[in-house]
Structure formats: C-alpha cells, structure tokens
C-alpha cells in the first residue's frame, strides 16, 4: 500500500460513512402521517361547513392514525382561509377544507387581492358533499315565500339579508335574486353562516341564506322558518319549502359544494391515502344516514375527477360573478 493510499484510506472511509448518515433519516422517516394533520376551514365555527369537517374528521382520524385540529379561519369571501393553505407546505399536514364561496365566486371576486390560483395552487383530493341553500326568516317575518318576501321588499326597500360573507355564494345568489325580482334589498354581511343563522332567530335580521345542513333542526324545531330553497325541486326532507322557481324565478338555481384539498405539490402517495380514506368514511352507512338527515349528498368525486369537477366549475362562475356586479370593499 502507498503513501497514498494510507492517506487516502480514512478519508475515504468517512466519505462513506458520511453517505450512510446523509442516507440515515430518509431510511428513518416515518411513514404519512406521523403527528396531527390541521384542517383549515374558511368559515367561521358551527355554519354548514364546519359540521362537516367535524363529523367526517371524527371518523377519519381513527383511520389515518392521528387527530385532525380544526382551524376556523373566516374572511373574505373564504379566500382568506383558502390562501393560508395554499401557502402552507406541502407535506400533507395541513388540508383545506375548499368551498364553492371560495373556489368558484371569491377566485374572481377577489382578483387581484389573492395570490393563489384555483386549479394551480391546489390539488384537490375530493368532494365531500353536494347541496342546495335555503332562505330562512325570522318567525315573525311577514312573508313565507321569495315572493312574498320580493312583494314585501318593493312595498319597503331595504329590507336586510344576512350571509355568510362579502363574495360568499348566498352573497352572489341575493344580488341575483334582487336583480330578477327588480327590488333592493341591504345585504349585512357576518364572519359564518352560524351567526348569521343566530341572529335571524334572534330577530336582529329577518332574512337569511345559508347551507341547508346548518339550520336542519332549527327548522325542524321551528326556531326559524324555511322560505325558500335554491334547488330546481323542492326537497324530501322539507316538502313545505318551496323554490325559487315556483315562485317565478326560473333562473334562481344554485347547488352548493365542499370538499377537501391539499397545497399543489403535496406528494401523490399522500394524496391519494387521503382521498382513499375519505371515500371509505363517505360510504359508511352512518355518514349517509346523517347527510340525508342534513338534506346533502355525499360527494362522489375524487382525485383526477374532483380536481377537474373543481376547474370546470371555477369557469361555469367567471362570467356569473362578473354579470352580477358583485364587489368587495
């Protein structure tokens, strides 16, 4: 052996080693998920949204192995909660539970302000559920239809509405709603549907729209009274609620989504656990009993097909949204 090779024997042994420590912690990473995966909802606590995130994360941490923590982030139109995962890393840690106020209205409403795309910042893993919106009146309101609530608004402009937000989807359909009818109405805007809904029992504002599966047994229990549903039909669950359209507003249709997404670049075995185990909880018999009882359908789209469900209705809304005048503040 030559001088050289005596030098260069322990360099070359710890050039070794040291690859061994370099390949150490990918050997050692433990498999997805390993600690608490955050679910960041765009909508203040107890509106529709929100009970679904807490009813299917309820039977999906069992499953993955960790607990989900639940962050409430309102705001603009949902965009505010949508951007925090869109900038978030992408490790499969933090899920976005996505809605149409956010995708398909506040995508366009709030152009310019955002920093996120629709489609390109976010892989959306599935759907969680399909449903229509109900206008809700205070009990002592003196209409029980859109339009006895259209006549009353023309006898008395500027009867309030509340919503869940400034470019929420009960937002857009309102404006529509007064431009079909031809009257004006003052739109209050609160920071989720559950206050919204609250208040209008409480009588601070006589009129609401919200997503039906938040105030189901607030309806049920006469709390407050269903007026009117977006649906094209009126619905099993409450046969006494009639349509828009019935009532002379052909046009005033409007299907509400959620679903749940994931930062763009979240690695695609992660995904696709997710969206696995997400359908499995989807399909058990006590998760379809409770969406009947909330008048929704579960989603059935996942992966590839949620994503390009998700594009297409971001396209099917562009010109609506720019149509309806809508603005932000």
């Avoid at 962050?71 to 490790?91: H, I, K, Q, S, Y």
């Avoid at 431009?179 to 209008?200: K, S, T």
């Avoid at 409450?238 to 763009?264: I, N, Q, S, Y």
Wanted: charged content about 15%; hydrophobic content about 45%; aromatic content about 8%.
């Amino acid at each position: 052996m030559t001088d050289t090779d005596r030098t260069m024997l322990p360099r070359r042994a710890l050039l070794g080693a040291g690859g061994a420590l370099l390949a150490t912690p990918a050997l050692a990473q433990a498999p997805w998920p390993n600690r608490p995966i955050r679910l960041v909802v765009p909508f203040g606590p107890g509106g529709s949204t929100d009970v679904l995130a807490r009813l299917l994360t309820e039977q999906m941490a069992p499953r993955l192995g960790q607990p989900f923590v639940l962050e409430n982030r309102p705001g603009a139109g949902a965009t505010l909660g949508t951007g925090v995962v869109a900038d978030a890393a992408p490790d499969g840690y933090t899920v976005l539970l996505s809605a149409i106020s956010a995708f398909s209205v506040g995508s366009t409403l709030y152009r310019g302000r955002i920093t996120w795309d629709p489609i390109r910042s976010f892989a959306h893993v599935g759907m969680i559920q399909s449903g229509y919106y109900a206008l809700m009146a205070n009990n002592a309101a003196p209409f029980a239809n859109p339009g006895e609530l259209a006549a009353a608004a023309r006898a008395r402009p500027g009867i309030a509405y509340a919503t869940s937000g400034v470019g929420s989807l009960p937002h857009l359909f309102m404006l529509r709603y007064c431009q079909v009818a031809n009257i004006e109405m003052q739109h209050i805007p609160y920071r989720g549907g559950a206050q919204a809904v609250n208040d209008v029992v409480a009588g601070v504002v006589p009129v609401t729209l919200d997503g039906i599966a938040s105030s189901v047994g607030l309806m049920r229990n006469g709390q407050i009274k269903g007026i009117g549903i977006t649906g094209p039909t009126r619905q099993p669950l409450f046969p006494d609620m009639p349509t828009f359209v019935e009532h002379g507003f052909p046009g005033l249709v409007a299907e509400g989504w959620a679903g749940m997404a994931m930062p763009a670049a979240t690695p695609r075995p992660i995904q696709d656990r997710f969206a696995a185990v997400l359908k499995e909880v989807l399909a058990l018999p006590s998760i379809v009993e409770r969406y009947r009882q909330l008048a929704i359908d579960p989603g059935t789209r996942f992966g590839a097909e949620a994503q390009a469900f998700v594009a297409q209705e971001v396209e099917t809304w562009r010109p609506l949204v720019i149509a309806s005048g809508a603005t932000v503040d």
